[in-house]
């Protein structure tokens, strides 16, 4: 199945992604702590590092889930086919990726003033399932077309 040299070294570079971040974040959280321990007063417009982690983290995140969509839309394009495709598999991620982004977008605070804020905390969770949504209704339209 690893026959593909780029198809190895994605595997390769995720796996090293996956370590990196496996002790990245822990040694993170020790540091938090540490310093809400030592009562350092910090900025509230201001990012920590954990919280800046948690933004990587996010935005990582993001990449891979659009990035997994593309293979599907590809093969389905090149061979005009879907056989093997589960079709109720794409359904329950739109339906998951519909209702974590409403979750999110109702959650949004009533004050505008809070809601910019919200909004750009929020954003790689944002993409990531509307754009996926969207990815999928391509994945749906093959299913189909074909």
Not at 17 to 43: D, F, K, M
Not at 58 to 77: A, D, E, H, M, T
Request: include cysteine.
């Amino acid at each position: 199945i690893l026959g593909s040299k780029s198809l190895k070294n994605f595997c390769v570079t995720w796996i090293i992604v996956w370590i990196a971040l496996g002790v990245i974040l822990p040694c993170q959280l020790l540091l938090r702590n540490q310093a809400q321990s030592t009562v350092i007063e910090s900025s509230n417009n201001s990012l920590d590092m954990v919280e800046m982690s948690g933004f990587i983290c996010g935005y990582i995140s993001c990449v891979f889930y659009l990035g997994s969509r593309f293979p599907q839309l590809y093969k389905n394009f090149q061979r005009r086919s879907t056989e093997g495709t589960s079709y109720l598999l794409f359904a329950l991620a739109m339906m998951g990726n519909c209702t974590y982004g409403l979750s999110l977008v109702l959650k949004m605070p009533a004050t505008a003033s809070f809601r910019t804020l919200y909004f750009l905390h929020h954003l790689p969770w944002l993409i990531g399932s509307f754009g996926v949504l969207f990815l999928d209704i391509f994945v749906s339209f093959s299913c189909f077309s074909y």
